[in-house]
């Protein structure tokens, strides 16, 4: 048994797993919630306990100022708080030297991103291997726990497909991971987690195509889907983090990420892009300054917690697999709907905040229970899926499975089949774009 967490960040993901991690602190221990804002902490504590979501009282509940990137300091935190769990959910610059501190203390490590470097932007795949994987030997020898990925995507939607291995497919053709946020913030722009890593995510596309990577232009191919409870939504292919474990844990032909965007996103993305003021790298100001584009941009733009109140809406967020099972083929929808009105009612986030901190609560609760205590590094998608989606199901974040008609899944116009195709449209359309960027991104004018 392993108790007592160290939760590190105070963003919208860590305040939901504040509340879940002191609402299963019979089974946790002590929480701690530590980041370089010290008030932050403070902050989601008392939203905790306004909440009344402590639910043994006995266990320590209490925030600490921490810079995550000192390995010493953090070293130091986890066994000033006798922490045997440690729950990463700062920025993923932080994540090498969060896990250098666990190394050292043995401390278990969960964390919900890959990892990045702030000077450079959509390495090669996998990316794991770029960072993580590279201390997977010293996990083994150390006998360390470290799970890589333990949000929602990733995190859950490896979990899917892992179950999907176990219990739904014999052989996996396509696995396509679609994520829809059909809520309406109403602000004039906002993004629903970090802007920096937001916007970086979406510079450069990688996916797993064929059982090998392929790179398209962002925002190059559209596909419209009929989702359960949200409806028709466009989505876009996309790169994504859990693809780089998944392309080498699960034995498929093809694991692509799609993820939904309004046109007024996609064209107030474009604009800043073009513009270069979503570039990490520093510009001189007149006055001899430096300063980065993107974390202006960022400083600018909404935190993502105040857009919870008044937030409404819907996500949707699974898999859809296809392949066969007993000789048949088969198709099914594994997946999850989350409200943001509700999220906010119970824990006073919005929706895509929530079905990121619910998980890596529930991974936390079966490490401390031993279920998930790998003593190794690994990804989600190389545990047993069913005990953390029966926690998922009791705190908050219940799947549901839809079994499709063979061939029904056609329906999101070919997405599930090849689209080799789109290669040559995707470049027809960076040419164009060379001479008139906006045209590359604005889904109205473009193919597909």
């Not at 890959?114 to 960072?131: G, Q, T």
Request: net charge negative; charged share 20%.
């Amino acid at each position: 048994m392993k108790r007592n967490v160290l939760i590190i960040g105070a963003g919208g993901v860590a305040h939901v797993a504040a509340h879940k991690a002191a609402l299963n602190n019979d089974v946790l221990g002590d929480i701690c919630i530590a980041s370089r804002t010290v008030e932050k902490c403070e902050a989601i504590l008392e939203s905790v306990r306004r909440m009344g979501h402590v639910k043994d009282e006995s266990c320590r509940l209490h925030a600490r100022h921490l810079d995550a990137l000192d390995v010493d300091a953090t070293i130091a935190l986890i066994r000033e708080t006798d922490s045997q769990i440690v729950v990463n959910l700062g920025t993923a610059f932080i994540n090498m030297s969060v896990l250098e501190a666990c190394l050292a203390t043995g401390a278990a490590y969960i964390d919900t991103a890959i990892h990045e470097d702030p000077d450079v932007v959509c390495e090669d795949p996998p990316w794991y291997a770029n960072y993580e994987w590279k201390r997977a030997d010293q996990c083994a020898e150390a006998g360390v726990t470290a799970i890589l990925g333990a949000g929602f995507d990733p995190g859950v939607v490896n979990a899917y497909c892992a179950l999907a291995v176990k219990k739904y497919f014999d052989t996996i053709d396509t696995i396509d991971i679609i994520d829809v946020n059909a809520g309406s913030h109403g602000r004039y722009f906002a993004t629903n987690f970090d802007p920096e890593i937001n916007f970086r995510e979406f510079i450069k596309v990688w996916t797993w195509i064929d059982r090998e990577w392929q790179e398209f232009p962002t925002h190059s191919v559209k596909r419209v889907w009929d989702f359960p409870v949200v409806g028709q939504q466009p989505v876009y292919l996309n790169g994504h983090d859990e693809l780089h474990s998944l392309s080498r844990y699960i034995d498929a032909n093809s694991i692509r990420f799609w993820m939904g965007f309004g046109n007024h996103y996609i064209n107030v993305f474009t604009v800043l892009r073009t513009l270069g003021l979503l570039s990490h790298e520093p510009v001189t100001l007149d006055d001899g300054s430096e300063v980065i584009p993107l974390k202006v941009v960022k400083a600018v733009l909404p935190d993502p917690q105040t857009l919870a109140e008044g937030y409404v809406g819907k996500t949707c967020i699974g898999n859809v697999v296809k392949g066969t099972k007993d000789g048949e083929p088969r198709e099914v929808f594994i997946y999850q709907v989350s409200d943001h009105a509700a999220a906010y009612a119970e824990v006073e986030s919005q929706g895509i905040s929530y079905t990121a901190g619910v998980p890596p609560i529930a991974a936390a609760m079966l490490v401390a229970d031993g279920t998930w205590d790998a003593g190794t590094m690994v990804n989600v998608e190389q545990l047993d899926p069913e005990p953390f989606i029966a926690i998922l199901d009791r705190i908050g974040l219940p799947t549901e499975v839809l079994e499709l008609e063979p061939g029904a899944a056609s329906s999101f116009n070919g997405t599930v089949g090849p689209i080799a195709d789109e290669i040559a449209r995707a470049t027809a359309t960076v040419t164009v774009a060379a001479a008139d960027p906006m045209i590359a991104l604005d889904p109205g004018r473009q193919p597909g």
